[in-house]
């Protein structure tokens, strides 16, 4: 499945699996064959329960399935010997009523080629204590072939996959594995037992086989596992075979026992030469070919075998053969291999030195064969540095191009693998400076500084050989760090001015180069000058004008165009000006004026095109600039005299110099060009010409002429001021007049000829009134000196209102002002002439109140006056105006506004007319004149006039609030008798506290509104038979909630309870729980008793009947109610008074709300009832509802008051306490043994471990410490543990060690009991951990048995174990004064190779066994002949003799002779003697015969051709198709290695 694709059904479960239990299911490797596998119980006969296994087998490709018995199965993958493909085995095993069985078949039909696998079956044991075991899984390890079955009772099966022989046996876990997987880490399987435990089974690769040979005393599985998966063990059993195999001729049999040897023990260059030595029958394929054939078909080669048979391959020219194995990989490359292929084939040698990792050979063929590409590639690859030089040379001698190409590929990297100077030196030995040029560009790319050198010497020969290539270099600009100054010269030789340039530094060279602009590109010389300094910029721009100026002023000008910036618009100026060049100065201010701001720069471009006739661009400036100086450039233009004068007269017009111009042009008899002026260039300014003519004396006709011409495209005010200025005014009559005749309403044109009748007295008055165009304030301001009636006119004419107040006062015109005022209505213009500061005020208000009101009918001229004076705040003034218009019977006397006004401003102004005025006018506002008085205090005014108009509910208010007297108020009220007064009467008497009299007001106006406050008041004061009444009066009139519920509260405040039950129990609107609840919180407790229960309110009633003291009816109550508050509230007041039964019977209700108990807890706990408390928890323990924290507190309090009952309890209800809660209290009370316990359950194993350990009186216990400690995760408590028990208990400490092995890091625990001095207490622990090998556990037994003088236990642990400091032992051993001690030390040193320490302790023992033994086997000729002459010096000739014989292939026959002689003990030497000569004489007849076997074989050789007369040489078909091949495969001066037997040994001959 995949995704989340859905499962896809496969194929039915067949019905023999019916009523099973599935536990497996399995697959082979392609998934083609399924398996099902399933248990189930079956009841014999002998009513013993067996459990019996049914598996379903299906075929996918088939889609059939097989019912077959058996409990466990597994795929596997066998490649049976011989067969190319590996057979799919099906591996199942069953435990029928006969037994157990293991089956192994193959599935399936066997692949095109392969032999089938022969079915086999192998009986499965079961011990007689496992009767009832079954297999329960099967895992297949692939990498050995074998079967791993695991039955039930965790016994572990190990089968040889091949021939289901039983390898192993055991039981590995007391508890079912009831999981396996296979472990691909360890080649093995892993599987989990019952307890968690995970247990880990593989083979031991460098033991399997010897167990097979020695315990199994089976030699041909040993042989057939090492050969099949390649394991050691089984050397001497493949060399015993391969000798009888080889001795007895069955040569094809032997070479196949050798080439599957393990480890390719036998595969040496011995076993070739054996083969080689042999002879080739006739007709038959000599042994060597067969030998060959079979290793190549079981794989590689190695180094030895390759070369022996490629070289007569090679000699018939079978190359093909060779390529072929090369190919398939069955050659072992090497270098001389290679080196013997190089000959016949340089490619094919190159694959060869490639696989045999042999980099000189390597690099040497790819430049041999062209392939120069690779040779840096491979180089780095392998880490190997060969002589680039020298290659590159060598390279180059063959192949230029390739050599380029090299020698760019040793400079790729950022670190050259060659010094580039040799390179390059290496190009130009062979004067090759196009692929030099190609190399050094690619190798300087980076344009490293250190590259300096290099660049210069790329551009030097460049720029002799091929200046445009140098020119193209330099203009990529590449390099930056050659030596520019030489560059520079050598361009400037070969013609390259360009990059001459772009190199020099000094001005003399750039300015001796500059000036050929004739040989430079233009545009590349304008940038050029952006890289020169500003002085070295202008000397070249001076030299450049000085050699040749009509050649360089073009590029002159264009340099200084785009620097100008840079080098300064002036310094340019004058040096252009200092050549006279005004062309060249044109031009260059030309193209930067339009961008410029620098007068200078506009006045010298105006200036310089004067000078070259360019007038119309002077015209252009004029106009357009505005950056110029216009006086200068005047003056400059009157001076230059031009023929056209039209740039000048654009300067004065735009500048205002117009006056100047038009004396200037009038006094040169220029006066066309003042015509043309005002009428084409601006007529505007016709106004400042007609001045400046009056100005030189003009005729006033050619004046006048002018004006006429222009026709009004100038301003006419202008025209007038000007000649207004000049006195001639007059002069303009006609014109204006013509105007007025034209129909013009220009104002500018009315007020000149308005000026003109007013100097003239030509009936001004009729024209100021009649006249509608003329500006009012311009002719009223003329006026003002001249007739300030007239400006009077002409300002009222323009509502100038402020220039008429002015000219009015200046002039005392107050009632002209006045009437003006009146008419006027401007409040604005009213408020700035009644300003107080106005000095004027008090004129302009008798002229305003005598004469304009009194002229005026109009009331909105009157309301303006009247508002204006109230907004200036003029009271008196403005009581005064008033009166004269109300109380005079003017026709205003009746208007009402008018009268408020009047009574408002003596309110404000004279209160003590206010009370007349109230009296005597009938036609105002009386309710706003009242609140209006009121707010200024004047109580008994706005009394007066509530009372006069009859407003008296605003009567009485006035009485209350503002005169505040009551007494008045309620003879007023008596004098009314209306309710509306009655009732503010009421309100103001409950304000002040009078609450009987206010209830009683409140009766007499029949008034219910104000309950709430009545109420609140009443209630305050505990006026409650007052209140009574009047909620009696307000419930009669209206329903309320509000006032029935007071009234019940009233009742029981009152303790009418009689009237309070009959009220209740009729209709009602009252909040009777409200009620309730106030009576209770007053402490009422009866009332609020018959409140609760009218409402069945069973939780209050029940909290009061606690009050009252009736707890068991509150109970009863409570129990209605059932609420846990009213629980707690009845349980708490029972407690309180002691009522402990009651309290119970509440608190389990409260108690099984684990909210509600701590709060229960901490109040039985303050009050001090444990014991109660205890109780109640205790019956709380069997309800249905009981949870977790009863169980808890239950624990903590047993912990506080009652510590010898929490242990059982604990142990009853652990399950079900909250442990960490428990543990702190079970610590603070000190409760160790309970603290232990609760660890334990909490799987806190390390605070369990700690408690035990810091309070063993109490808590510890050696079986339950020893239980818990295994499974503590700090594993320090270990080695605290070992400490307390030395403390504690010291005998039961190897109990406890042996309890911790598995987890105990033993060399920490060694080192702590070394620490201690204790090592011999843990004797029996150090005995049963020494199976670890650990070195600290080796040393400290061994020491402990040297100190109990154990030499025996000694000598068998150094056998067993070696992992220890075997020279200090040997060293300390070697002082001790027992001799087996000593004995022993000399075969630690034997054991570690000290052979002449350990044979001279011996001698120094007379260990004399020992002595020849070591000697011997030292192999040692030094110390072997040593040991002969202490002997002999010892004269000890019998030791003598036995060495003789012990060290017989150690000793030289001539010293022995030699020594025997000079001893006179020949009969002592005698045996090894003729022993010695024997051998020698065997030696001699086995030369002889082999020097007759090589004649005979060279002279066979002579006779054969060299070229086989067989076809083909087919080594790889194998021995069995493989024809007869006459002879051995020996050439010319090629023979058989020959030598003795490799076995040999002293007193045996070789058969």
Request: hydrophobic share 40%; glycine share 4%.
């Amino acid at each position: 499945m995949e995704g989340d694709s859905q499962p896809q059904k496969v194929f039915e479960r067949h019905s023999s699996l019916a009523g099973c239990q599935i536990i497996h299911y399995r697959t082979d490797v392609k998934q083609q064959w399924l398996l099902l596998i399933g248990i189930s119980a079956q009841v014999g006969d002998t009513q013993t329960n067996r459990v019996v296994g049914a598996m379903q087998l299906y075929s996918v490709e088939r889609k059939v399935s097989q019912p077959i018995e058996g409990h466990a199965a597994a795929f596997a993958q066998f490649t049976i010997p011989g067969n190319a493909s590996p057979s799919t085995l099906f591996c199942f095993a069953v435990r029928g009523a006969q037994g157990g069985k293991l089956h192994v078949i193959e599935v399936g039909q066997p692949a095109q080629g392969n032999q089938p696998f022969p079915k086999k079956a192998a009986d499965v044991f079961f011990p007689p204590e496992a009767q009832n075991d079954f297999p329960v899984a099967m895992q297949v390890g692939q990498k050995y072939d074998v079967i791993y079955l695991i039955t039930k009772y965790g016994y572990i099966h190990l089968y040889d996959i091949e021939t289901a022989t039983c390898i192993y046996m055991n039981r590995i876990s007391g508890d079912t594995i009831f999981v396996t997987a296979p472990h691909d880490a360890s080649s093995g399987i892993i599987g989990v037992n019952r307890k968690g435990q995970v247990l880990s089974v593989s083979v031991e690769e460098d033991s399997i086989v010897q167990y097979i040979t020695t315990t199994l005393q089976n030699p041909d599985l040993a042989l057939r596992i090492a050969s099949r998966n390649n394991l050691p063990g089984a050397e001497e059993l493949f060399v015993r075979k391969f000798n009888t195999l080889f001795q007895g001729g069955q040569y094809s049999e032997a070479a196949k026992v050798a080439a599957g040897a393990p480890k390719g023990i036998l595969r040496t260059p011995q076993t070739i030469q054996r083969f080689q030595q042999v002879p080739a029958q006739q007709g038959q394929t000599s042994p060597l070919l067969q030998y060959f054939g079979i290793l190549l078909d079981q794989g590689q080669l190695n180094k030895y075998e390759s070369l022996e048979l490629c070289r007569p391959v090679l000699q018939q020219g079978r190359k093909q053969l060779l390529e072929k194995w090369l190919k398939e990989d069955k050659l072992e490359c090497s270098e001389e291999l290679g080196d013997l292929v190089k000959v016949v084939d340089p490619t094919l040698a190159l694959s060869v030195y490639l696989r045999a990792n042999v980099p000189s050979k390597v690099i040497q063929c790819f430049a041999e064969t062209g392939q120069t590409q690779k040779i840096v590639l491979y180089a780095k690859k392998v880490g190997y540095t060969p002589d680039y030089i020298f290659l590159l040379r060598s390279i180059m001698r063959i192949n230029p191009d390739q050599g380029t190409q090299f020698a760019q590929m040793l400079v790729k990297d950022d670190e050259p693998l060659a010094d580039i100077n040799q390179i390059v030196d290496v190009f130009m030995e062979s004067n090759m400076v196009q692929q030099c040029t190609a190399f050094l560009l690619e190798a300087l790319s980076k344009n490293r500084p250190q590259e300096g050198p290099l660049q210069t010497r790329l551009l030097e020969m460049n720029l002799m050989y091929a200046p445009q290539v140098a020119d193209a270099i330099l203009g990529n600009q590449m390099f930056t760090h050659y030596d520019r100054a030489h560059i520079a010269q050598l361009c400037e030789k070969a013609g390259l001015l360009q990059r001459a340039l772009e190199h020099y530094t000094d001005l003399y060279d750039i300015k001796r180069a500059v000036v050929h602009t004739h040989l430079l590109n233009p545009e590349w010389l304008v940038n050029y000058f952006g890289s020169l300094s500003v002085e070295d910029s202008l000397e070249c721009i001076k030299a450049m004008l000085q050699s040749n100026i009509r050649q360089n002023l073009q590029v002159c000008v264009q340099i200084a165009t785009k620097y100008h910036e840079q080098l300064t618009t002036q310094a340019l100026i004058e040096i252009f000006e200092s050549f006279k060049s005004f062309e060249g100065l044109f031009y260059f201010l030309g193209s930067i004026v339009n961008f410029s701001q620098d007068a200078e720069v506009h006045f010298k471009y105006i200036q310089a095109a004067c000078k070259t006739g360019q007038i119309k661009e002077v015209e252009r400036i004029c106009r357009e600039s505005n950056c110029y100086n216009p006086e200068r450039v005047k003056n400059f233009l009157k001076e230059a005299k031009l023929t056209d004068q039209l740039p000048l007269i654009i300067v004065c017009d735009r500048f205002d110099y117009v006056h100047d111009l038009v004396l200037y042009l009038y006094r040169n008899n220029l006066q066309k060009y003042i015509e043309i002026y005002v009428q084409k260039v601006n007529p505007s300014r016709l106004p400042v010409v007609v001045g400046g003519l009056l100005d030189v004396d003009c005729g006033e006709d050619a004046i006048k002429q002018l004006i006429l011409v222009v026709r009004g495209q100038f301003s006419t005010d202008e025209l007038v001021a000007e000649v207004e200025k000049r006195n001639r005014l007059k002069l303009l009559l006609p014109w204006l007049e013509m105007r007025i005749h034209e129909g013009s309403v220009e104002p500018a044109t009315h007020n000149a000829l308005a000026k003109i009748y007013i100097d003239s007295n030509n009936n001004p008055e009729r024209f100021l009134r009649e006249n509608q165009y003329y500006d009012s304030k311009v002719v009223g301001k003329y006026c003002e000196k001249r007739d300030p009636h007239l400006a009077c006119v002409a300002y009222e004419r323009g509502h100038c209102d402020f220039e008429l107040i002015n000219v009015c006062n200046e002039n005392s015109l107050f009632k002209s002002e006045a009437r003006y005022l009146v008419r006027r209505r401007d409040p604005e213009l009213w408020a700035h002439v009644l300003q107080e500061d106005n000095e004027y005020r008090s004129q302009l208000i008798d002229q305003v109140v005598q004469t304009a009101l009194s002229e005026t009918q109009d009331p909105e001229d009157i309301s303006v006056t009247v508002k204006a004076f109230m907004t200036a705040d003029l009271p008196n003034e403005l009581i005064e105006l008033l009166e004269k218009i109300v109380l005079d019977n003017s026709m205003f006397s009746d208007h009402r506004n008018l009268q408020n006004l009047l009574i408002l401003t003596a309110i404000k102004a004279d209160r003590t007319r206010v009370m007349e005025y109230i009296n005597r006018l009938d036609n105002y506002d009386a309710p706003d004149i009242a609140n209006i008085a009121i707010s200024s205090e004047l109580y008994e005014e706005a009394f007066a006039i509530f009372r006069k108009f009859e407003v008296n509910t605003s009567a009485i208010q006035v009485l209350i609030d503002h005169i505040n007297n009551l007494d008045r108020a309620y003879e007023f009220a008596e004098k009314c008798n209306e309710p509306a007064v009655w009732s503010q009467l009421a309100r103001a008497q409950l304000s002040n506290g009078m609450v009987k009299e206010a209830i009683d007001s409140y009766i007499k106006a029949d008034d219910p509104s104000q309950y709430m406050e009545v109420v609140n008041v009443a209630s305050r004061c505990n006026n409650w038979e007052d209140l009574v009444k009047y909620l009696q009066m307000a419930r009669k009139k209206a329903r309320e909630t509000f006032i029935e519920t007071e009234l019940v509260f009233a009742y029981a405040m009152t303790n009418r309870l009689a009237d309070l039950e009959e009220f209740i129990s009729g209709p009602n609107h009252a909040a009777i729980t409200q009620v309730a609840d106030r009576c209770f919180d007053n402490k009422m407790y009866e009332a609020a008793k018959l409140l609760y229960n009218n409402v069945s309110n069973f939780a209050r009633l029940a909290i009061t009947l606690v009050h009252l003291g009736e707890y068991q009816g509150a109970v009863d109550s409570a129990r209605k109610a059932n609420s846990t508050k009213t629980w707690k509230e009845v349980c708490f007041a029972c407690v309180d008074n002691e009522e402990f039964r009651l309290a119970q019977m509440c608190g389990l209700h409260i108690v099984v709300h684990a909210d509600e108990l701590e709060e229960l807890i901490n109040y039985y706990q303050d009050r001090g009832y444990f014991e109660e408390l205890i109780s109640l928890l205790e019956a709380a323990l069997g309800l249905e509802r009981a949870h977790m924290g009863i169980f808890t507190e239950l624990a903590i309090l047993y912990s506080k008051y009652k510590p010898g009952k929490m242990r059982e309890h604990l142990e009853l209800f652990w399950s079900r306490v909250n442990i960490p809660k428990v543990l702190r209290a079970a610590d603070q009370a000190h409760l160790w043994a309970e603290l232990v316990f609760l660890y334990d359950k909490y799987e806190e194993f390390d605070n369990a471990i700690i408690t035990m350990m810091n309070h063993p009186t109490d808590a510890w216990k050696e079986s339950h410490f020893k239980d818990v400690v295994t499974k503590v995760a700090n594993i320090e408590l270990y080695y605290k543990a070992l400490q307390f028990y030395l403390d504690y208990k010291p005998l039961l400490l190897n109990d406890l060690l042996l309890v911790l092995t598995p987890r105990m890091d033993h060399t920490r625990a060694v080192t702590f009991f070394r620490k201690v001095g204790q090592i011999p207490l843990v004797k029996p622990y150090l005995r049963a951990v020494q199976n670890n090998n650990n070195k600290a556990i080796n040393e400290a037994l061994n020491n402990l048995l040297i100190e109990e003088e154990d030499y025996q236990g000694l000598r068998a642990s150094i056998d067993a174990f070696d992992n220890f400091d075997n020279i200090a032992l040997a060293q300390r051993l070697e002082k001790h004064e027992l001799i087996e001690f000593r004995r022993i030390g000399a075969y630690l040193y034997k054991g570690n190779n000290r052979w002449k320490q350990s044979v001279d302790l011996c001698k120094k023992d007379r260990l004399f066994k020992d002595a020849m033994l070591y000697a011997s086997e030292s192999r040692n000729i030094d110390i072997a002949e040593e040991l002969i002459a202490w002997f002999l010096e010892d004269k000890n000739y019998e030791c003598f003799a036995a060495s003789l014989f012990q060290c017989y292939d150690l000793l030289r026959p001539d010293v022995i002779l030699e020594l025997s002689w000079r001893h006179n003990i020949m009969d002592f030497a005698m045996p090894y003697m003729i022993q010695v000569m024997r051998e020698y004489t065997s030696k001699v007849d086995k030369l002889e015969q082999s020097d007759a076997v090589r004649s005979e074989e060279e002279q066979k050789a002579t006779d054969k051709p060299l070229v086989f007369s067989e076809p083909q040489l087919m080594l790889t078909a194998g021995p069995s198709s493989m024809p007869g091949i006459p002879g051995q495969m020996y050439g010319p001066g090629m023979y058989p290695v020959t030598g003795s037997y490799p076995g040999a040994m002293p007193g045996y001959m070789p058969m």
